[in-house]
DNA sequence: CATTCAATG
DNA sequence: CATTTAATG
């Protein structure tokens, strides 16, 4: 293979999407590699062929509470290491971090906690950023040491710029799209700080989105009034070598087997 | 009209049963008075055309705790009184009874809770039925002195004998057939007791059932494994009025859109 | 196995 | 507006 095709989606509950078309987008899809967020089951309530689809081998960090959050990494080949959760005691056993190593890269799975501005749930968001920011920097450098590049993928519940949602001043005190959210996103994406690269916008500087998260609320997603959240973060120069970049919209429009779409990535090897 | 027809369901929430089919039903029934159960929602959360049918009085006893519980009765004519409740303050706005005036009758829409062996459930069934039969008896004394007959219709969660269920032995230990239950039941229909009949029962005494709740699991409906659990409960006079009862069994058959079907009875007036 | 609800998103 | 769980049935 010439290229390592990366893809990454919040699947809104694994169960309800495999009854909605989950498995033949995963039968169709060329990945090495795909990244699911909000899986909200544990293996054992999964039905055998959406928790050990053929050809794939599967890590899953659920969360303790049932039915919540829940990441998982699906490969074509072996990683030689898992690792559940990151560098935080309060978030080891909340489902959303999961990383594991393949030959000179390490992949994470991120579902970053969702918001509502006011209340604990903000708080344990900003909690989560305050931590996670030191873990990438740590793990960059971790990664360099062994000639790994970085890969995080998954749903960050933050929209970078205004280019990055559609109605971004209506936006600006919700929670996803407040100033303190933005940048601590662009620390994650200063050269000078976190230092890694957003790959899809860096292969589309001038594009509105592309968005791949719609509210299942009023005709958000027929007007494509939708919110870029889901991002891969890369290593600088694993991100230089990203050839293609696409959200893959027409996954989810049909069916609608969940509220976000699928971000695929190409890398050269 | 030479006969008044009443039919009693237990509609196990009536937005559901309305997204699945009863107003077809409703449309075709040509009784005069409809008694409803399990309700399960407040007027204001019901659509208007579920809410008020053209051509019916509607009234609502729903239970304070919301989505449980709630009796409604339905009559073509406007009743002369409707009384929320019995005698007992426990149970006065939990939605499981209501009462209306007709002209030489009252009739009423009972919903009995449901127990379960050992536990708080159970108790509650029966400090339930020891505050009901007292009321059954001053009843049918107060109606008498007005020269009104009792009919009471719902579901009682009780079956009588063992014709009255399909796996009786396998009951004798669960709520619903337990031997106090039944021997309540008996007082209720005991002519030197509660006075009352049980009006399917005396049309069709060798019957199997006719059974009319079945559970949603397994094959318990087309297999037949129902339970008798819903009655028209009438003064004896009224009672030997009845010239036809029968459970609408297809009525929820292709639709299925309770797991209890309507048990309708018509009296000569 | 179905209906509600509440919390979450 | 959709997914879970929990309690209820």
Same mark, same amino acid.
């Given at each position: 293979?010439?290229?390592?095709?990366?893809?990454?989606?919040?699947?809104?509950?694994?169960?309800? *999407? *495999?009854?909605?078309?989950?498995?033949?987008?995963?039968?169709?899809?060329? *990945?090495? =590699?795909?990244?699911?967020?909000?899986?909200?089951?544990?293996?054992?309530?999964?039905? &055998?062929? =959406?928790?050990?689809?053929?050809?794939?081998?599967?890590?899953? &960090?659920?969360?303790?509470?049932?039915?919540?959050?829940?990441?998982?990494?699906?490969?074509?080949?072996?990683?030689?290491?898992?690792?559940?959760?990151?560098?935080?005691?309060?978030?080891?056993?909340?489902?959303?971090?999961?990383?594991?190593?393949?030959?000179?890269?390490?992949? &994470?799975?991120?579902?970053?906690?969702?918001?509502?501005?006011?209340?604990?749930?903000?708080?344990?968001?900003?909690?989560?950023?305050?931590?996670?920011?030191?873990?990438?920097?740590?793990?960059?450098?971790? &990664?360099?040491?062994?000639?790994?590049? =970085?890969?995080?993928?998954?749903?960050?519940?933050?929209?970078?710029?205004?280019?990055?949602?559609?109605?971004?001043?209506?936006?600006?005190?919700?929670?996803?799209?407040?100033?303190?959210?933005?940048?601590?996103?662009?620390?994650?994406?200063?050269?000078?700080?976190?230092?890694?690269?957003?790959? =899809? $916008?860096?292969?589309?500087?001038?594009?509105?989105?592309?968005?791949?998260?719609?509210?299942?609320?009023?005709?958000?997603?027929?007007?494509?009034?939708?919110?870029?959240?889901?991002?891969?973060?890369?290593?600088?120069?694993?991100? *230089?070598?990203?050839?293609?970049?696409?959200?893959?919209?027409?996954?989810?429009?049909?069916?609608?087997?969940?509220?976000?779409?699928?971000?695929?990535?190409?890398?050269? $090897?």
């Amino acid at each position: 293979m010439q290229q390592l095709t990366v893809t990454s989606v919040n699947v809104n509950g694994l169960r309800a *999407a *495999a009854r909605k078309g989950y498995l033949p987008w995963l039968a169709g899809t060329t *990945a090495d =590699v795909v990244c699911l967020q909000e899986v909200r089951a544990e293996e054992a309530q999964l039905p &055998a062929e =959406v928790a050990r689809p053929a050809g794939w081998h599967v890590t899953y &960090a659920p969360a303790e509470a049932k039915g919540r959050a829940g990441v998982a990494l699906l490969t074509r080949r072996e990683p030689d290491a898992v690792r559940i959760g990151f560098d935080c005691a309060e978030f080891k056993a909340s489902g959303r971090y999961l990383e594991a190593d393949l030959p000179g890269l390490t992949v &994470a799975s991120l579902y970053l906690p969702s918001g509502e501005v006011g209340t604990e749930r903000q708080d344990e968001k900003e909690r989560f950023m305050a931590a996670f920011l030191p873990y990438l920097v740590d793990l960059r450098g971790r &990664a360099a040491a062994e000639g790994r590049e =970085v890969l995080v993928c998954g749903d960050w519940n933050i929209a970078h710029r205004e280019a990055d949602l559609r109605n971004w001043r209506a936006n600006r005190t919700n929670s996803g799209f407040l100033p303190e959210e933005r940048a601590w996103l662009g620390r994650v994406l200063d050269p000078a700080d976190g230092g890694y690269t957003d790959v =899809v $916008r860096a292969l589309h500087p001038d594009q509105e989105g592309p968005y791949s998260w719609w509210s299942y609320r009023g005709r958000a997603f027929d007007n494509d009034t939708g919110w870029r959240i889901d991002y891969q973060i890369a290593t600088p120069s694993l991100a *230089a070598r990203a050839v293609k970049a696409h959200v893959e919209r027409a996954a989810t429009h049909a069916e609608r087997w969940s509220d976000h779409a699928p971000v695929t990535v190409s890398y050269e $090897r």
